[in-house]
């Protein structure tokens, strides 16, 4: 048998040339995300007004399964991919457990996370539309750098809103941003109409991600040549983000390494949804079969206590309604959640997989993820981000369980980015004050009950 080297790297020219729409073999696909006027499908028309055409196009195409990567943005992606798949010797020693566990992992850019990854694509469309700028939020602060590297690649103005709270617990994430040349504004703001109506209602506020895309697509639709672009949830972002699981599969291949498990953590659903599209799609075609899991905070738990319904995907109401497993719009997580992944709802794309059990979904609380971050930093030596501590911890189960069955199974996990910008959660956790805190049944019926009535 050959040796599985600690790192498996891919060489430039084995990495992807294109894009993989996992839509593209569902036999009953995502519901059709609605305009909150009319409740009809929203046109390419409609949505070209919000976003850029070509991305529009994207996001409604459920057929077409492969998209050519432009060359300007295999360029660009060369700068810090392929991104490594680490066999954890180190972690599986600790554990003591026969399972093999792998890692792919993302954080090994500037932004530290796999968000690059989308946001070069939506900047590179942006530009080649002729666009000036675009405008988005930005809740920890990943996305909004991500960004704003990606549209000082292409020269473009990076307008970021982001939620007050992490503007000013985050100052350094602000700098990053700015260094790379985004103005960055905290949200809600006064500079919109409805952050000032938002201001207005609660004074106050420290906000949410809800209200900061209100804001940042008013933002874009009030200015001549700009549109506004998202970094999780939608059907395009899942598309970029497909690049991680075709890397997977490809080193995986490489060494004739046949997955068993497939764990991520589930914020918006977009790292999650990329690492697992080619390994769904054989699902989907009867061709393989993978135990893939979605790891979800259980502060904010969207799939597991969700509802699969219609709802809006911010606070303004003003972004089309998408089918989704939803806490409702206006649910937002205690205040001492320090994991990330802290949106409301998930990716009509990765929502409808699960509800047609091609994957299933488990809820932690985050002193065991914190304690999993640990661990896995005192023995990989990456410092991983609370978000991909999420999906280390079900790792870390699963191979505990191995260990008791004796089972050598293949578990692949995301490590999605670092967490050199959540020190403050790390500091609460290592001085012992990091607490739990699961939403009672009441709570989610409260926010529940503002779901839109669709049929
Ligand atoms: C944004 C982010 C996530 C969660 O977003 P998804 O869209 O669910 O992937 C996870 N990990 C890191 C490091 C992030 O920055």
Not at 180 to 192: H, L
Not at 362 to 382: D, L, N, P, W
Request: proline residues 5%.
């Amino acid at each position: 048998m050959t040796e599985i080297p600690y790192k498996i790297y891919l060489e430039e020219n084995e990495m992807p040339k294109e894009w993989y729409n996992v839509r593209a073999d569902m036999k009953k696909k995502p519901a059709p995300i609605l305009n909150p006027g009319t409740l009809q499908p929203v046109t390419i028309d409609e949505l070209s007004h919000i976003f850029c055409t070509e991305l529009a196009k994207q996001e409604l195409d459920d057929t077409t399964p492969y998209f050519e990567i432009p060359e300007e943005i295999r360029n660009f992606y060369k700068m810090y991919r392929p991104s490594p798949l680490v066999r954890a010797y180190c972690l599986e020693k600790k554990l003591g457990t026969p399972a093999h566990i792998y890692y792919k992992f993302e954080g090994n850019n500037t932004s530290g996370s796999h968000k690059l990854n989308s946001a070069i694509a939506q900047a590179y469309y942006a530009k080649k539309q002729g666009l000036k700028g675009v405008t988005t939020e930005t809740g920890a602060g990943q996305w909004g750098t991500a960004l704003s590297m990606a549209c000082s690649y292409f020269d473009l103005d990076c307008q970021v809103y982001m939620v007050k709270v992490s503007y000013e617990q985050k100052p350094f994430r602000r700098e990053v941003m700015r260094t790379y040349g985004a103005k960055v504004t905290p949200s809600p703001s006064m500079e919109t109409e409805i952050g000032k109506k938002i201001n207005a209602e609660f004074p106050g506020t420290t906000g949410s991600l809800g209200c900061a895309i209100s804001e940042a697509v008013e933002a874009a639709t009030t200015q001549e040549g700009y549109r506004y672009v998202l970094g999780s949830v939608l059907s395009q972002v899942l598309l970029h983000q497909s690049v991680i699981g075709l890397e997977t599969k490809a080193a995986l291949d490489k060494y004739g390494i046949k997955a068993d498990m497939i764990i991520g953590c589930a914020g918006g659903g977009s790292n999650l949804g990329g690492l697992i599209s080619p390994f769904a799609g054989e699902v989907l075609r009867g061709e393989a079969n993978y135990d893939i899991i979605a790891v979800e905070p259980a502060s904010c738990p969207s799939l597991t206590r969700g509802k699969y319904a219609y709802d809006f995907c911010d606070t303004g109401k003003v972004c089309p309604l998408a089918k989704m497993y939803t806490l409702g719009s206006g649910f937002i997580p205690s205040a001492n959640h320090a994991g990330g992944l802290r949106y409301h709802g998930m990716s009509s794309v990765v929502s409808e997989l699960y509800d047609q059990g091609i994957l299933r979904a488990t809820s932690v609380e985050q002193t065991k993820v914190f304690e999993a971050a640990q661990m896995f930093a005192r023995v990989e030596g990456i410092l991983p981000a609370p978000e991909s501590s999420h999906a280390i911890r079900v790792a870390i189960d699963e191979a505990l369980k191995c260990k008791e069955t004796g089972e050598a199974k293949n578990i692949v996990f995301g490590l999605t980015g670092t967490g050199y910008f959540d020190m403050v959660a790390y500091q609460k956790f290592n001085d012992g004050e990091m607490s739990d805190y699961i939403p009672t049944d009441a709570d989610l019926e409260k926010s529940l009950s503002t779901l839109p009535k669709v049929d």
